[in-house]
């Protein structure tokens, strides 16, 4: 079965890692709500016809990306960027304070 459609699933996850599968039902749903909105789409269309379409497109992207974020095992593992960013705003904000704070005090005592 070496020449399967979509290529040799191993290989896919090796380049994409475990969570490799995930992220294809992912983008089979968001695929799907897509062409469903598509269809929906019309000249008389309001916003509440696309709903469910967009509901499911927005489901299969949350999909990927998890499939992309966890249960990975590469170093590269990007799950953790998200706090990443917040720890790095915190410690700026931090400085930024304790700077403001911090100049008045040392000011004041010397």
């Given at each position: ?60 992207a949350m999909i ?47």
């Open positions: 079965m070496k020449n399967f459609p979509l290529g040799n699933m191993s290989s896919m996850e090796e380049q994409l890692g475990k969570g490799y599968q995930q992220m294809m039902i992912g983008l089979i749903i968001f695929i799907s709500g897509a062409i469903w909105g598509g269809m929906i789409a019309t000249d008389g269309m309001v916003a509440e016809d696309i709903y469910w379409p967009a509901v499911m497109m927005l489901s299969g990927t990306l998890l499939g992309t974020t966890f249960g990975t095992d590469h170093e590269d593992d990007r799950s953790n960027d998200l706090s990443d960013a917040i720890m790095e705003l915190t410690e700026r904000i931090n400085r930024l304070v304790g700077s403001s704070s911090g100049d008045d005090s040392s000011e004041e005592s010397e």
